[in-house]
C-alpha cells in the first residue's frame, strides 16, 4: 500500500472526480457528505506527496459502496468496481414510476445526431433517463460517460416513443409558476440547435454557463449573433442569461411536465382579485392627481 502511494499521488483530482460524478456542487459538500466539519481535510490532498489517511479510505468506502478504493489509491483501473457499473445507484431506490426493471444496456453513440450515450431495454427500445436535481453538477461532466449514465434510473411513459428522451428534476424557482420546484419535465434530443431552437420555448440546456438551473425559455439567436438567450419565467427575481453555443453540451426540448403538486384554483382567483384591486387603487390615484 504504501508503495502505491508514492507512485500516484494525485489524490486530489481523483477526489474532484469522486465530487463531480456523484453530484455534489464542489469539495465543501463532499465533505459535509462525509460528515467533515470542515474540508480542509480533503484540500490537503491537493499538497505534493499527501496521502490520504485511513479514516478518510474509510469514509469514502461506507460512503459510496460502489466505489473502487484501489482505483482512488493507485489511479489504476476504473473508478467504479466492475460488478456496480450496470446499477442503479441507491439515492434512487426509493423514487416513484415505472422504472424500468430489466437492467438497461448502455450504448455510446458516434453521431452529433444523437446523446453521446443513450440506454435501451430488453426490446431494444430508449429509455429515459432521469437527472435528479443532486446529480445536475455530475450530469455537467458525466453526459457522456456510460459509466455515469448507466446508473441513473430509467422509465418508460406513454405517447413518447418517437425520439430520444430525458427527464429533469425542475432545481428552484426560476422558471415559477410554469415549472414550479422539485417538479419534473421531460425534454426531446435537439439535433441542430440553429434550425430547431424555437423562441420562447423551454428547453433544457446542458451548459457550465447556466446559472438558476438547467430549464429555459430560450430565444434562438445562434445564426445570426452566435448567441442563445435564456430567460427566466420568473424574471423579477432571475435575470436574462447569454449563452455561448461553444460551451453548451446538450439541448432537449420539454415535451412534457409532470407536478405532484396542484394548484388550488382558490389561491389564483385571490391572486387575480388582488391584482384587480391594485388596479383599481392605481386608477383613483391617477383620477385624483387629475383633479389636483
Not at 206 to 220: P, Q, T
Amino acid at each position: 500500500m504504501q508503495t502505491n502511494l508514492n507512485i500516484n499521488s494525485n489524490f486530489f483530482e481523483r477526489t474532484l472526480r469522486i465530487t463531480a460524478f456523484y453530484g455534489y456542487s464542489g469539495v465543501p459538500e463532499l465533505a459535509r457528505a462525509l460528515g467533515y466539519s470542515s474540508p480542509e481535510k480533503l484540500y490537503r490532498l491537493k499538497k505534493e506527496n499527501a496521502k490520504p489517511s485511513i479514516d478518510i479510505l474509510q469514509d469514502l468506502s461506507n460512503k459510496f459502496e460502489d466505489l473502487d478504493l484501489n482505483w482512488f489509491v493507485t489511479g489504476e483501473g476504473e473508478m467504479l468496481k466492475s460488478k456496480s457499473k450496470n446499477n442503479v445507484h441507491k439515492d434512487f431506490e426509493d423514487i416513484n414510476g415505472d422504472v424500468n426493471e430489466d437492467k438497461p444496456k448502455v450504448k455510446k453513440t458516434s453521431t452529433n445526431t444523437a446523446p453521446a450515450v443513450v440506454t435501451v431495454d430488453s426490446l431494444n427500445r430508449d429509455n429515459i433517463v432521469l437527472v435528479p436535481q443532486r446529480l445536475k453538477a455530475g450530469y455537467l461532466n458525466g453526459y457522456a460517460n456510460t459509466a455515469f449514465i448507466s446508473k441513473l434510473p430509467t422509465y418508460r411513459m406513454p405517447g413518447l416513443n418517437n425520439g430520444i428522451f430525458r427527464m429533469f428534476e425542475i432545481d428552484g424557482n426560476s422558471m415559477f409558476p410554469t415549472l414550479p420546484d422539485k417538479s419534473f419535465v421531460v425534454g426531446q434530443f435537439v439535433e441542430n440547435w440553429e434550425r430547431d431552437i424555437k423562441d420562447n420555448q423551454i428547453y433544457a440546456v446542458i451548459s457550465n454557463e447556466v446559472e438558476d438551473g438547467l430549464v429555459k425559455r430560450c430565444i434562438n439567436k445562434i445564426k445570426k449573433y452566435n448567441n442563445l438567450i435564456c430567460k427566466s419565467d420568473n424574471r423579477r427575481n432571475y435575470p436574462t442569461q447569454n449563452i455561448n453555443p461553444e460551451s453548451i453540451k446538450e439541448i432537449w426540448e420539454i415535451k412534457l411536465h409532470l407536478n405532484f403538486h396542484l394548484p388550488d384554483p382558490a389561491d389564483i382567483y385571490d391572486r387575480m382579485s388582488d391584482f384587480e384591486g391594485e388596479i383599481e387603487s392605481l386608477k383613483e390615484i391617477i383620477r385624483k392627481a387629475k383633479l389636483l
